[in-house]
Nanobody, 123 residues
């Protein structure tokens, strides 16, 4: 089992940047594929990005391609989401998730979730 804690959210102006971090407990972090999802008020949870075990494969949702970058540091049990050129429509609660095996873009295929961190982008 793994516990996930997100940090790095906040209020930023449009065009700005934030870096989210997700720290995981446990000794087997490297065995998990990791994902980031977001949920805005009144909307369904949306895939943002995912990274495979070992960081070989990364994937992004269309709204964030070219602006966001996912990475992981297995020595620190942490996954990151660098968010650049932020837009007001990026405003949401961002969640980190983990799953055994291959990465996925589907939320219900993830086994473990953090509590989320709020990102607000002002226009």
């Amino acid at each position: 089992q793994v516990q996930l804690v997100e940090s790095g959210g906040g209020l930023v102006q449009a065009g700005g940047s934030l870096r989210l971090s997700c720290a995981a407990s446990g000794r087997t972090f490297s065995s998990y594929a990791m994902g980031w999802f977001r949920q805005a008020p009144g909307k369904e949870r949306e895939f943002v990005s995912a990274i495979s075990r070992g960081g070989v494969i990364t994937d992004y949702g269309d709204p964030v391609k070219g602006r966001f970058t996912i990475s992981r540091d297995d020595a620190k049990n942490t996954v990151y989401l660098q968010m650049n050129s932020l837009k007001p429509e990026d405003t949401a609660v961002y969640y980190c998730a983990a799953r055994h095996g291959t990465y996925s873009t589907t939320a219900n295929e993830y086994n473990y979730w953090g509590q989320g961190t709020q990102v607000t982008v002002s226009s």
